[in-house]
């Protein structure tokens, strides 16, 4: 669900962009005090792509930890089968 909620999140927002993109980006620049609405685009992209890469590392290192621990559990599992 967390995932399907993710990924509606990221397709809306460039769709939103794409239908009202001047006054959005006029808004962001007010908001950050940015003097042109391209900058302020630029910059909002930015940090999203910072966002969604700490949120990709998260994901690996749960999945590595997985992996170790499944590894862990097939070793000792053929070490008992062996015995």
């Keep these: 669900m967390r995932e ?3 990924s509606l999140i ?3 927002r460039p769709a939103i ?3 009202f993109p001047d006054t959005i980006s006029a808004f962001v620049a007010r908001v950050f005090g940015i003097a042109s609405n391209v ?3 630029i910059f909002l992209g930015m940090g999203s ?3 969604l890469i700490f949120m990709l590392y ?3 290192r749960k999945n590595r930890r997985q ?3 499944l590894a862990r559990q097939v070793a000792l599992r053929d070490t008992e089968r062996k015995q």
């Design 4 to 6: 399907y909620l993710s």
């Design 10 to 12: 990221f397709w809306i």
């Design 17 to 19: 962009l794409s239908l």
């Design 39 to 41: 900058n302020a685009v």
């Design 49 to 51: 792509m910072i966002y």
């Design 58 to 60: 998260g994901e690996v």
């Design 67 to 69: 992996v170790t621990k």
